[in-house]
């Protein structure tokens, strides 16, 4: 077997398809219920790669399958391990359980603000955990984001509820009001 550059994607990233594949790839939600051996035991795969020193044998799909396990749970700058569901894996399940939430519980204020509460908690905890590590982030600035991030999307939330109840004949699009809210607000 050839040897492979591990540290660089497996599809051609000057392509839209290749591109997808790679997130795809990376992002798959299967990867987060990889136990902490697996992880560690792909984290060592690569490095051992990396210098040479992997065990025979080592097969191309094992290495592929190492960096899947790698990529999608430790962060990019830091090497440390992500928190389960912080980690672009979790993003998907988490976001959908979240959005089922908003769309089963929207008729009354106090679940309006306590859904939007939780979206927008759980994007600032995932945008948190993907940060940029090299750039300085102060506590302050998180929290100023995190408030107007919230804040907004509550604002917007119950200000288009209470619109479209008075001027729309179709209560399916007041339910629907989930979706344009964050869309409103660019929170995500």
Partial sequence: MARIDIDKPRWDQSTFIGRFKHFAFITDPRTIFSSMAEL???????????????????????????????????????????????????????????????????KTNTAVVFWQWVNQSFNAFVNYTNRNAESELTTGKIAVAYVTATTSAILAALGTKKYLAKVCIYPLLVKLNIFGTPALCCSD
């Fill in 40 to 106: 560690n035991a792909a984290k060592l795969l690569l490095e051992q790669y990396r210098s040479a020193s992997e065990p025979p044998g080592t097969t191309e799909q094992q290495l592929w399958h190492a960096k899947q396990l790698y990529e999608s749970s430790f962060h990019p700058d830091s090497g440390e391990l992500q928190n389960v569901t912080g980690r672009m894996s979790f993003q998907v399940p988490g976001g959908m359980a979240i959005t089922g939430f908003m769309l089963q519980f929207y």
